[in-house]
């Protein structure tokens, strides 16, 4: 790569970090600078937002505080009764599944589960699994957004893109990351454990650290579409 000219070198780091960039499931304990963190949300905050608005609010936990917070959250969604007591905040996913996405859905879960080795309708072992998000896969670093209710549909999508920076300066510099909407369900809970005012509401959580390449389930690469078949040309 040394001999080609400058801007298609950087053409080609870019999108090596781009499709570098995946969903990690099992992390190392290795610790992640505050530093590091910051410079990588001071580079996320780069993203586009409408009038310069910058609508994305961050909460970094670690510690003894992600281990209390990852033991409430865990024995919420294992027990029926006090699971039964929680309800999403905002829809993230449609209320009725229709192809290509429910296709795409159900690949990514059927292939995520044989890798592990769980079978059809072995649900405890699929609640098991899916509890895992709520320890962060095991990273050292667990982050939090939060958007002021008062912000309009426009600036859901400049947080989008503020995300998806965090995701990529995150492994630009090594480390990985997995975005988890599944915490928005206790979002009750977690505005307790980190004293989120009422007027934010929670957009996600996500994981960062350190992949742990010795776990298997670590190996599943999900697929992407050619950009031919979703893109239309006209003139």
């Known amino acids: 790569m040394s001999d080609l000219d400058p801007k298609v070198k ?21 610790p992640v600078p505050k530093e590091t963190i910051l410079e990588i ?51 993230y996913y449609p209320d009725k599944w229709v192809p290509p996405y429910i296709d795409r859905r159900r690949k990514v879960g059927y292939d995520l589960d044989g890798i592990l080795g769980i079978a059809k309708g072995e649900r405890e072992r699929m609640e098991q699994q899916f509890a895992r998000n709520y320890t962060f896969f095991d990273a050292p670093v667990g982050l939090f957004f939060t958007i002021d209710r008062i912000m309009g549909q426009g600036s859901w999508l400049d947080y989008g893109m503020f995300l998806q920076n965090v995701m990529i300066a995150a492994r630009a510099r ?15 809970i977690i505005a307790r454990h980190l004293e989120i005012p009422g007027q934010q509401m929670l957009v996600c959580g996500m994981a960062l650290g350190y992949e742990d390449p010795d776990k298997i389930e670590n190996t599943l690469r999900t697929e992407r579409d050619p950009a031919s078949t979703f893109t239309k040309f006209v003139g």
Do not use: M
């Open 10 to 30: 950087i053409s080609c780091i870019v999108d090596e970090t781009i499709r570098g960039r995946r969903s990690v499931r099992a992390f190392l304990p290795t």
């Open 41 to 91: 949300l001071d580079v996320a905050a780069r993203a586009p937002s409408g009038t310069n608005t910058q609508p994305w609010q961050t909460i970094v936990v670690t510690g003894e505080k992600k281990e209390a917070l990852s033991k409430e959250l865990i024995e919420t969604a294992l027990d029926p009764v006090r699971d039964a007591e929680h309800t999403q905040e905002y829809s």
């Open 174 to 188: 090594g480390l990985d990351t997995c975005p988890q909407a599944a915490f928005c369900k206790y979002h009750r």
